[in-house]
């Protein structure tokens, strides 16, 4: 059974104290149930993305079904770190597909800023193996990346500035994207000079701290058809990796083995040549919590060959017009992370870009019909790369 | 954070509740009166010796007597043989520097050290082991021999860190 996303919302991410998180939840669940012009009464499951431990609501779907009035639906809460968002979207995809639902609500929300900095920064050092890495190392999240980033800089010869260039373009993107969480272009030096956070990276190359939801509302072929839907996009394909909780037990630092792998299955299921990906897709949002994890994301995900990810950075062949557009939406890096919202955000940006409803400026010409997503939760722990198309899959 | 509630403790007597108005946003915000104090109590019950070898100066894996996988960490069980009989096997304690970061901003419980350098090395025996980096990060680079010492933290304790081995 085909699965369609037929409606889809999001909230501003960034800062939220003006709202508490039922009401930031319904921000994007209320734009997604109207663009797809269904009823509480129509939706029979309900998936929460919220990977939580900083914000004071544990059991948010009950929540949600309290404010929203959801009478008759069935419900769960998701985590999968930082691809929360996609691992929810998952459970949905896969409850329709295999007959178990008809219409499925998927909400992504976080609201990180319910703690103090240094108690997030305290948390999500722990998205790994504790044991091993947070207690006796003090590995912070942006640590573990920058564990990669030196490997990468060391095997291929990028630069600081070469992370920096990513940086500079997604800023130049969320400019353009009244979604996100930073609305301004940043200079090359800025990025430069600003304070390390964990060598070789600075403040600029690092994912902020977001509130922030997003909602999509999946059906089956049959509803689509039963409704007359119209404006839709599908799931084409989904691939999902794993990694080992200690980097330690990695063979490799200059890639996320969970999301090559990803990628590969993502990419046969939807009979995309896995030598040439870009030239079957618009554009992709990857998982740039970090700058350097984007450009490894080009090469997991097949834009380039190993080791020359960075050669797109540098010939600028992620902006619309090269290769492949990469994170027009801003990205993780200037759109904002909140933890469970982001992999949803991802497909209501896969939604506006496909039905060429994207802001001016950043909208990318839909040629192939068809836009990937590219979710990482902690550092290759879990990956997921789900392509979205304008057809129906055959 | 102290902020905030140093303003809601104030009006709680002038306004009647832990309410503080967040400074960017002007938005009012209800400050928490509840605090959670997570510690977690860890089971090394099966890996006891690790920490015994520490003490007596030596770096050990877990080695599978059926298959010969090392497992470092150490871990109680083989999956590839669905086993559990283990032995302990004394790793050598040298190898070759992958890769390094060095952490800034560091988490409140961090707090104490400064700018701390992490490492994963790839010991000749095969496992790899991440740990700190002692010595200037600067003056290190991927591909370089580096030893495995035991050492006492400032909390006190034993831990094990990466050397770089000098020439």
Partial sequence: MAVAIIGAGQTKFGTRKDVNMPEL??????????????EQKDIDFMVVGNAGMWSSEAAVPALMYE????????????EAACATGNAAIRVGYTAIESGEADVVLILGVEKMQESPNPTVIELIGRFGSYFWEFENLGLTFPGYYAIHATAYMAKYGATEEDFAKVAVKNHHYGAKNPYAQFQREIKLEQALNAPYVAWPFKLFDCS?????????????EEKVKEWGIEEKIWIHSQGVGTGTANLSRRESFTSLKSASYAA??????????????????DGADVHDCFTAAEVIAYEDLRFAKRGEGVQLVREEQTYIGGRIPVNVDGGLKAKGHPIGATGVSQAVEAWKQLLSKAENGRQVDVKN?????????????????????????? | MEDLRKAAETNIKEYGFPVAIDEKS??????????????????????????????DGKLLATKCKKCGELFFPPQKDCPTCMDSD?????????????????IFVRPPSFSAYEPYTVAIAKLDDGVRITAWLRGDPQKVRPGQRVKIEIAKRKEGYLMYEIVPVEG
Avoid: C
């Avoid at chain 1, 977001?210 to 089956?220: F, M």
């Avoid at chain 1, 990419?267 to 030239?279: E, L, M, N, T």
């Avoid at chain 1, 590219?374 to 879990?382: D, F, I, R, S």
């Fill in chain 2, 86 to 102: 283990m032995e302990w096997f004394e790793l050598k304690k040298e190898g070759v520097l992958e890769t390094l970061t060095v």
């Fill in chain 1, 67 to 78: 404010y929203g009035k959801f009478e008759n639906v069935g419900s769960m809460r998701v």
């Fill in chain 1, 25 to 38: 939840a319904w921000e994007a669940i209320k734009q997604a149930m109207q663009t797809a012009n269904v």
């Fill in chain 2, 26 to 55: 002007g938005a009012l915000q209800w400050v928490d009166m509840r605090e959670l104090h997570l510690k977690y109590i860890i089971s090394i019950e099966n890996i006891q010796e690790f920490f015994e070898g520490l003490r």
């Fill in chain 1, 208 to 220: 902020p701290i977001t509130d922030g939801s997003a909602a999509v509302i999946l059906a089956s």
């Fill in chain 1, 264 to 281: 590969e299955v993502a990419y046969k299921k939807a009979g995309i040549d896995i030598d040439a990906p870009y030239k079957y897709i």
């Fill in chain 1, 369 to 394: 019909g068809r836009y990937l997503a590219h979710n990482v939760g902690g550092t290759g722990h879990y990956s997921y790369v789900t392509i979205y198309g304008l057809e129906k899959p055959r």
